[in-house]
């Protein structure tokens, strides 16, 4: 019977446990961790997806270390999982091509660029990247590319709220700020004045908020606990027994808030999501007027304007 399953699901338990704040190991442990259990598994390792995620995980991991030959054990094995029969070989020659120049190893990289370039001269060229402009000067024929330009990143509106940060110990971190038009688009900066002046309010208020929405998570922890049944091993990782709001300082880490276009008194509704320990994919979402929290659920619950409309047209109450 094989074991490849029970080991990797052991190895992504391990990764999806590893956090800055309740479980930090050194890329030396992560390694060493990885590379053990990936041996201990048979060759249906192969056949699993996440599998996939683990090799890329790796591959990644050696890169940044410019470790050249790990890098290319691992590729090996990539070449071994059922994912990489979906692309043809040129695809693959380019894509090792690409780690192995990440990896500083200009050798290499252009080794696998001329297979690629053999196969499927266009492919390399598809994009103007590092690479191609790398490749090319290596032709007999260069081709002639644009000069590369990197366009200026986005500007995002973000807040450093003082409190949050010293709640969550996260002292450099800010909050990320999205603001909902009428016509639903999430733009970077205040639509109205309405959202501009809810801003000074949730700055003037942020600690009621927080503690408004973390005590409304008190009381529905226990039920999202028996809702994600971690086993006892698990569970102080991603959901132990807590008693207080205190307890989620080391569970959360603030993310993005949505100033909607749903308003009541002049008032937007926010939305807000948190990254938890307990569900790295689907996040954790609140959505809340005021210090009234209106529901909670995963981080998509965030922009969800149709709640706080529907919170708007049947709330009875003051707030």
């Not at 590369?148 to 995002?156: F, G, V």
């Not at 909607?260 to 807000?272: I, L």
């Amino acid at each position: 019977m094989s074991n490849a399953e029970e080991i990797i699901d052991k190895i992504d338990t391990y990764l999806s446990k590893s956090s800055p704040k309740t479980f930090n190991p050194s890329q030396e442990e992560l390694l060493n961790f990885i590379e053990t259990h990936w041996a201990m598994a048979d060759d249906e390792k192969y056949n699993l997806y996440f599998s996939s995620i683990i090799i890329g995980r790796m591959i990644n991991e050696y890169v940044q270390l410019k470790d050249s030959k790990n890098l290319a054990r691992w590729m090996e094995m990539d070449d071994l999982h059922y994912k990489s029969a979906q692309h043809p070989n040129y695809f693959r020659n380019w894509y090792k091509g690409t780690k192995f120049f990440d990896a500083g190893n200009e050798e290499k990289a252009l080794q696998y660029f001329q297979l690629s370039y053999n196969e499927n001269p266009d492919h390399i060229f598809k994009t103007n990247s590092s690479y191609s402009q790398f490749f090319n000067q290596y032709l007999d024929e260069p081709r002639i590319l644009p000069e590369i330009i990197k366009k200026n990143e986005e500007t995002y509106f973000q807040m450093a709220l003082p409190y949050w940060q010293k709640f969550f110990k996260e002292d450099e971190d800010q909050l990320e700020f999205n603001f909902i038009d009428d016509d639903e688009e999430i733009l970077y900066e205040p639509v109205n004045e309405l959202q501009r002046a809810a801003l000074n309010y949730f700055l003037e208020n942020q600690e009621m908020m927080l503690k408004s929405m973390l005590t409304a998570l008190l009381e529905k922890y226990p039920e999202l606990q028996d809702q994600y049944e971690y086993n006892e091993e698990d569970k102080p990782f991603f959901m132990p027994n807590i008693t207080s709001i205190e307890g989620f300082c080391n569970l959360l880490t603030q993310s993005q808030c949505y100033v909607m276009n749903v308003y009541k008194n002049d008032f937007p509704y926010f939305g807000f999501s948190f990254g938890c320990s307990w569900d790295s994919e689907h996040d954790l979402g609140f959505i809340t007027y005021k210090d009234r929290v209106v529901e909670i659920g995963d981080a998509v619950l965030a922009f969800d304007t149709y709640t706080a409309e529907n919170d708007l047209e049947n709330y009875k109450g003051n707030n």
